[in-house]
């Protein structure tokens, strides 16, 4: 492979902080950004609690024409988006020459413009003239890629992928290997969601995947605790800014970590639940190794998807120790422990965290394991505290609905890379 990867942005929007640092400096100390929800008025719900972003602001990043008619979804996009160009260097004036017919945007969705389309539904009963006349664009996942190539003038590939809560490894795969085939040589890729509006909750609630922990929200996601009781929501967006590294030296670009590559699998079993053997994330984990070629015993730390559901937890804990279990150097953690699940943005904010961890040399706590699962072995997990750590190669993890299982690979840029 003569054209290799590399991250040289990251933006997103957060409950526990709108850039890099201060999301990260927020994972090191072990701080929670579940809550109550105040959106609107959940008392009659048997969950009440999320992963609510309380401070957003769009200004200086969305033009208000649109910012007042936009999804949230499409906000953190955007904004997300443009932090993550801004972070990589490239500015809107012209500083920075691209050939913007190699430059593309692919940032996905789970769930789309929920609350446009909630209220196109609600405009229709009064009648059809009353409904957003911008209601079906903002509605559809592809539209905030398609909004921020708009504002970036890149016209090279754009899309969007919906793979449930895998939907960033998607993107972010696919903006690989765009790249890696020569069709691009930067592209901005992750995942926004924001479906914790009312028939959001209310839909997960139904499909009874959520935390009642009502009365304690911070301690309500506990990945492979024996007393978790669900996932709790989140919402947000993450990006990544993906370079060649020939490109990206020219332009004297500060690199932040290498992408290796990944896989996608499907476990062909359940709309929600995962296999029971874990059979697809292991198929994932290895494929990932395989394709990227990395060997199984470089890899020393997983970001896991580890949501704090009943079964994904461990079935995931026992694919990744199949896989890596045989390297006692290997630590993994759950950034959704204090954050929730941030379904389709998930995998891009915990790629940030990964890429954090790799810049930074300190790998975030797990929070809330206080009883952990008899078959998972503490020795593995960062636990309450954080840890000073040299991350040789990283794996992020995220599963979704549907049986989607995405496996992405990031290393420490070094100029010289082995490939043996």
Known sequence: RDRRVVITGMGL????????????????????????????????????????IKDFSADGWVAPKFSRRMDKFMLYLLTAGKKAVANAGIAGDGSVELDKSKCGVLMGSAMGGMQVFNDAIEALRVSYRKMNPFCVPFATTNMGSAMLAMDLGWMGPNYAISTACATSNSCILSAANHIIRGEADVMVSGGSDAAIIPIGLGGFVACRALS??????????????????GFVLGEGAGALVLEEL???????????????GGSLTCDAYHV???????????????????????????????NAHAASTRSGDVQEYKAIMQSLGDNT????????????????????????ATIQAIKTGWLHPTINIE???????????????????????????????GGHNSSILFAP??????DN
């Open 13 to 52: 929007v957060s409950s526990l902080g709108n850039d890099p640092d201060t999301f990260y400096d927020n994972l090191l100390e072990g701080n929670s950004g579940i809550s109550e929800i105040q959106n609107f008025d959940c008392q009659e719900f048997p969950t009440r609690i999320a992963g609510e």
């Open 212 to 229: 009642q922990r009502n009365d304690d929200p911070s301690k309500a996601s506990r990945p492979w605790d024996r007393d978790r009781d």
């Open 246 to 260: 020939e490109h990206a030296k020219r332009r004297g670009a500060e690199i932040y970590a290498e992408f290796l």
């Open 272 to 302: 929600t639940a995962a296999h029971p053997e874990g059979t697809g994330m292991l198929l994932c984990i290895e494929k990932a190794l395989d394709q990227s070629g990395v060997r199984r015993d470089d890899v020393n730390y997983v």
């Open 329 to 352: 150097e290997l630590r993994v953690n759950s950034t959704k422990s204090m954050m929730g699940h941030l379904l389709g943005a998930a995998g891009a904010v915990d790629a940030i």
């Open 371 to 401: 009883n952990p699962e008899k078959d998972v072995n503490m020795d593995y997990i960062v636990g309450s505290q954080k840890q000073r750590f040299d991350v040789k190669v990283a794996l992020s993890n995220s599963f979704g609905f």
């Open 413 to 418: 840029y070094q100029d010289e890379r082995s």
